[in-house]
């Protein structure tokens, strides 16, 4: 197998996005990630004042996302002028209401792409360059999730429904040859080894509807998250979060709660289970499936949470979920609060190759335990802080 080399790879694109967008004006989105930072850097290298950057403010970026993006490119080596364009109102009155997480990803990337349409038309552009990658492909065709930025390989007339041809330079990558890339191009580190972060970003990450405290809380969770695990360096790592409202049916729950009492010696009236009202994505044969998520939560004798081995947990998810075919999810709590709240969050950490299956990060009990702390502290909607001890398969690597 031919090792990558990114130099190699950086000259012939130049010379193929050349060709493919001749002497058009195009336009490329900016998200902060590692994808579309380094395909709008190599696009400029190769059509330099040709191309149009912009930055979607879409409402679910991380705090204070923008400014950081456009402060990058924008600076030498760079010196990729950006325009931020804010269309926050416009998305979350678009995904208003919505709960199916399929629903919420069509939505967004209809919403995205009318925008991208407007903004092409707005600046002269004929041409749309993005940073689609391999993995991409792999999961909307394979009909894992429909991931926003895969269009014609869905059979969508990109000319035909919004008025521009879509050139991607690095859809035939995976990841780690994105960060190669994004590397041997100069990007500091704080972008080439950025968390990879959804096309719909934190859209997909609150799970069911989108409120507007429902969103601030999972950014103030996500700053912690990211701060804290970093550590540790996870493949990727990130907050999730959930209403704190339970299933009409809680089918199994008594036998999952005895499950857990056998498999990690607790006795079962220490054993708190529920299932969520809201479902999470995931994949069983190749395929894409809803599935519940099961909180649980283990104390001990003298009421504090049951602390073993993260493997010990992550195995007594598989049981779960083998004898529970309707899971798609195990989260385990790290803190919980007496009183109930609003929400939950869930804390998620893989190790992964390919992203097409990852691992349970095995992170320590005590930085666990210190995010769910400040979590809690700074978020007082928050009633449980919950580790999520599902590989993919069965789940997702986001939940939605």
């Known amino acids: 197998m031919e090792i990558f080399n990114p130099k190699k790879f950086v000259e012939v694109e ?21 994808d579309s930072t380094a395909c709008a850097v190599l696009t400029h290298k190769a059509i330099g004042e040709n191309l ?16 950081r993006v456009a402060e990058i490119l924008s600076k030498p080596p760079f010196n990729v002028p950006i325009k931020i364009v ?19 990803r069509k939505v967004f990337r209809e919403t995205f792409y009318q925008i991208l349409s407007e903004t092409a038309k707005k600046e002269g552009c004929k041409i ?10 792999v999961e909307t ?13 869905m059979g969508i007339n990109t000319m035909e429904r919004y008025g521009f041809k879509v050139v991607e330079p690095l859809v035939t990558l995976y990841k780690e040859q994105v960060r190669m890339v994004a590397r041997y191009l100069g990007l500091p580190a704080e972008t ?62 008594t036998h ?29 044969g190749g395929e894409r499936r809803y599935g519940e998520i099961v909180g649980i939560k283990v104390q001990t004798i003298n009421g504090k949470v049951h602390q073993t081995a993260i493997r010990n947990i992550v195995s007594l998810q598989a049981r779960i979920i083998t004898e529970n075919p309707a899971v ?46 400040e979590i809690i502290v700074k978020s007082p909607n928050v009633s449980t802080v919950y580790y999520d001890v599902t590989p993919k398969p069965p789940a997702t690597i986001e939940m939605e």
């Open 328 to 373: 798609a999810r195990v989260f385990y709590a790290v803190k919980d609060l007496p009183e109930k709240k609003p929400y939950v969050i869930g804390i998620r950490a893989v190790q992964t190759k390919n992203f097409l299956t990852a691992q349970v990060s095995e992170i320590p009990w005590t930085t666990l335990n210190k995010v769910a702390e």
């Open 86 to 104: 804010d269309v926050r109102e416009r998305f979350l009155q678009a995904m208003k209401g919505l709960r199916d997480a399929e629903e919420k």
């Open 52 to 67: 149009v950057c912009v930055m979607l403010d879409d409402a679910f970026m991380r705090e204070g996302e923008p400014d």
């Open 256 to 284: 999952i709660r005895e499950t857990v009492a056998r498999l990690l010696n607790v006795p079962s009236r220490n054993i708190h289970a529920k299932i969520f009202r809201d479902k999470a994505t995931g994949v069983k």
């Open 14 to 34: 130049i010379e193929e996005i050349k060709k493919s967008v001749g002497g058009e004006k195009a336009l490329v989105a900016v998200s902060g990630g590692v």
């Open 192 to 253: 080439s080894e950025r968390q990879p972060f959804p096309g719909p970003g934190l859209s997909v990450r609150v799970v069911g509807e989108i409120h507007p405290d429902k969103l601030e809380t999972l950014k103030k969770a996500t700053a912690i998250v990211e701060r804290e695990l970093a550590q540790h360096k996870p493949s990727q790592y990130f907050a999730v979060i959930i209403s704190n409202e339970e299933a009409l049916q809680q089918r199994g729950i």
């Open 128 to 137: 749309l360059v993005q940073g689609t990658i391999r993995a991409d492909i």
């Open 141 to 153: 065709v394979g009909g894992i999730k429909t991931q926003h930025n895969v269009l014609e390989q």
